[in-house]
């Protein structure tokens, strides 16, 4: 298996745009977390699925940021507008029945 | 509520040396408890995880941890370090059943000196 596909690895934008990051889980998971990773706050979960479904948005830092998850095979974080607060690392991780958690290698958003 | 404390942000050892990374849970049951590693530039990797089976756990490349109940701790050890062992290592709880809310630690940035 392929593992946790992210895309892009690095994404540099300006303030006010809007960013999409991509993941596609490990095939045949049902768990779906985006987490995001920075040096004053760690790894934070920020939302998770469960069958395509949004289970917990409650670290979901604002209205900026919104998450689907459209089938089983994929799922994008949407940040609109952008701010520089948002340059961080953002991880997809995915797991069958809520067990181990496998990441993906991330993607590096830096907000100018 | 589960929470997780990494003692020591930053741990140096000799090559050779043994490997001691930190971690105490707090959980109001009993939890499931894992470390992550996570090499430059790439996403966490599991190392070994406890589930409420033995309290002595081995994982991947020669690390093990053992689950002490009465010090809430969960510490990762290793009886010789190499040098490949450098990167960051998390420690995460959960409540039992499963992995859904995983709780991460501050990490432990392990540098091996030659």
């Known amino acids: 298996d392929a593992g946790v596909i992210q895309s892009p690895r690095h994404e540099v934008t300006e303030m006010g745009q809007e960013v999409t990051l991509r993941c596609k889980p490990i095939?045949?998971?049902?768990?779906l977390f985006w987490y995001r990773q920075t040096m004053m706050r760690g790894l934070e979960l920020l939302i998770y699925?469960?069958?395509?479904?949004?289970?917990?948005d409650s670290g979901m830092p604002e209205d900026r940021f919104s998450a689907k998850m459209p089938n089983a095979s994929f799922s994008t974080l949407k940040i609109q507008p952008s701010e520089p607060r948002d340059s961080a690392v953002y991880f997809c991780?995915?797991?069958?029945?809520?067990?181990?958690?496998?990441f993906g290698s991330g993607t590096q958003l830096s907000v100018l | 509520a589960q929470s997780v404390t990494q003692l020591g942000s930053h741990v140096s050892v000799s090559e050779g040396a043994l490997v001691l990374l930190r971690c105490n849970y707090s959980?109001?049951?009993?939890?499931?408890l894992f470390w992550y590693v996570q090499y430059p530039n790439q996403g966490l990797q599991l190392l070994l995880k406890?589930?409420?089976?033995?309290?002595l756990v081995k994982g991947i490349n020669g690390f093990e941890a053992e689950f002490k109940k009465s010090e809430t701790s969960f510490h990762l050890t290793k009886p010789s370090a190499h040098m490949s062992d450098a990167a960051e290592y998390f420690c995460?709880?959960?409540?039992?059943?499963?992995?859904?809310?995983?709780?991460f630690g501050t990490g432990t940035r392990l540098t091996v000196i030659p």
């Open positions: 991780a995915s797991s069958l029945w809520g067990q181990v958690v496998f």
């Open positions: 095939s045949g998971h049902d768990y």
């Open positions: 699925f469960n069958n395509n479904v949004p289970i917990d």
């Open positions: 959980s109001s049951v009993p939890p499931y």
């Open positions: 406890y589930t409420s089976a033995a309290t």
């Open positions: 995460a709880v959960s409540p039992p059943g499963g992995a859904n809310n995983l709780f």
